[in-house]
């Protein structure tokens, strides 16, 4: 069983600032990653698929790369409306999330 | 517009029986996947399964399996969660969600939020 591990579990960070968030996988993929956002009280909504491709809508601040076994979001310079927690999911797994709070 | 709007909150006693749903607009029902997330208070999302109505093909996790069963009325375009006996760690807010590649879940329901509580 393929097992999928972000972190950190949470990160504090000043607007503005650049915030990389990391999604390892316990074995090379076969298949992409996505990423989602979630606030409280809210479902959660997709980022990026495949990877790398933005969802409809969603800022070009944020991006989404892969080395190895590493995938990683990237919001280039964060808003306020990105205090969140991120999810990543390969198939049929999501990972714990990361809690991305006002420093 | 893409759509999917979900029954409302349940308040049930463990043991008793529950059906939640997820009408689905905005597309084509039976050529997407129809998967359930649950996610329990302060914790994190959990792959519950999903079906693909037009055949009805379905996959639970094995986490899942035979403790719940999905299933969709295509008359309707509706999917389904049910329970047949409910134990209190059922409790958590259950979302529907929709793919068209089995992988990527692009649009979600509000979140049904189920209750088990004697």
């Known amino acids: 069983e393929i097992v999928v591990t972000q972190s950190p579990a949470t990160l504090s960070v000043s607007p503005g600032e650049r915030v990389t968030l990391s999604c390892r996988a316990s074995?090379?993929?076969?298949?992409?990653v996505a990423w989602f956002q979630q606030k409280p009280g809210q479902a959660p909504r997709l980022l990026i698929s495949?990877?790398?491709t933005r969802a409809t809508g969603i800022p070009a601040r944020f991006s989404g790369s892969v080395s190895g076994t590493d995938f990683t979001l990237t919001i280039s310079s964060l808003q306020s409306e990105d205090f969140a927690v991120y999810y990543c999911?390969?198939?049929?797994?999501f990972g714990q999330g990361t809690r991305v709070e006002i420093k | 517009e893409v759509q999917l709007i979900q029954s409302g909150a349940e308040v049930k006693k463990p043991g008793e029986s529950l059906t939640i749903s997820c009408q689905i607009s905005?597309?084509?029902?039976?050529?997407?996947?129809i998967g359930w997330v649950r996610q329990m208070p302060g914790r994190g999302l959990e792959w519950m399964g999903f079906?693909?109505?037009?055949?009805?093909?379905?996959r639970y996790s094995p986490s899942f399996q035979g403790q719940v069963t999905i299933s969709a009325d295509k008359s309707v375009s509706t999917a389904y969660l049910r329970w047949t006996s409910l134990k209190a760690s059922d409790t958590a807010t259950y979302y529907c969600?929709?793919?068209?590649?089995?992988?990527?879940?692009?649009?979600w329901g509000q979140g049904t939020l189920v209750i088990v509580s004697s």
């Open positions: 969600a929709s793919s068209g590649t089995a992988s990527t879940f692009d649009f």
């Open positions: 905005g597309y084509n029902f039976r050529s997407q996947w």
């Open positions: 079906i693909f109505p037009g055949d009805s093909d379905t």
């Open positions: 074995q090379r993929l076969t298949n992409t």
């Open positions: 495949d990877t790398a």
């Open positions: 999911q390969h198939y049929r797994t």
